[in-house]
């Protein structure tokens, strides 16, 4: 089991507020995705970040790679109630298999 | 809409029922894969499969059976349940060798209450 650990579990903002949340594991993997997944939804693929260090912006969202690529970052600026949900990152590992996160958890308050 | 099927959308069941959960994708995918979500746990890995006639165990597979006989259709049996099996179950789909950028197309889940 490859684990990946996410921080904060639950967020809570304003709207308008700035927040990012973090994707930590001791695995090395050769790619990590993004997903969002809305109440009584699946997870939805919202990216994928592939080189080590690379950054892709989504609109308002930022998402980061680490160097070693073990570990990413979601930013997300002027936070709107529409991206209320829960966050989850999830490593590629072989040719199919995906190791998910534990989520964050984003409410934005209007 | 092409995508990933389940049914049903919620399941009450008392212990020792054994039922089926099913999943059903138009994509072509060879790739599909069972996941069991649990707060604070994120999604483990049930079983997957590679194709047809193809399975193979995930992260947490006691319990649970599965088959693939068609490119379309993976099914996941409960044998006889129990109370921790109580979850929300998720399938999801893939071309095989895609993930790594693609990603997983997933179903809209099944809740599963066990009693």
């Known amino acids: 089991t490859q684990l990946l650990e996410q921080s904060p579990q639950f967020l809570s903002i304003q709207e308008g507020e700035n927040l990012t949340v973090y994707c930590n594991s001791s695995?090395?993997?050769?790619?990590l995705q993004w997903y969002r997944q809305e109440p009584g939804e699946g997870p939805v693929l919202l990216v994928t970040?592939?080189?080590?260090?690379e950054v892709k912006k989504l609109k308002r969202l930022t998402f980061q790679f680490g160097d070693a690529r073990k570990d990413s970052s979601l930013h997300i600026t002027a936070a709107q109630p529409g991206d209320t949900g829960l966050y989850l990152c999830?490593?590629?590992?072989?040719?199919?298999?995906?190791?998910f996160g534990t989520g964050t958890r984003l409410t934005v308050i209007p | 809409n092409a995508g990933v099927t389940q049914t049903p959308k919620f399941q009450v069941l008392k212990t020792g029922q054994s039922m089926t959960l099913q999943c059903a994708q138009d994509?072509?995918?060879?790739?599909m894969s069972w996941y069991r979500q649990d707060p604070g746990m994120g999604l483990r890995l049930i079983h997957y499969?590679?194709?047809?006639?193809?399975?193979d165990q995930g992260e947490v597979p006691n319990g649970y059976n599965v088959s693939r006989s068609t490119t379309e259709d993976f099914p996941l049996r409960l044998l006889s349940a129990a109370p921790s099996q109580t979850s929300v179950y998720f399938c999801?789909?893939?071309?095989?060798?895609?993930?790594?950028?693609?990603?997983?197309?997933f179903g809209s889940g099944t809740r599963l209450t066990v009693v």
């Open positions: 999801a789909s893939s071309e095989t060798d895609r993930v790594f950028i693609y990603g997983y197309t």
């Open positions: 695995s090395v993997f050769s790619s």
């Open positions: 970040v592939v080189t080590g260090g």
């Open positions: 999830a490593g590629v590992a072989g040719a199919n298999n995906l190791f």
């Open positions: 994509m072509n995918h060879e790739y």
């Open positions: 499969s590679v194709g047809a006639g193809i399975t």
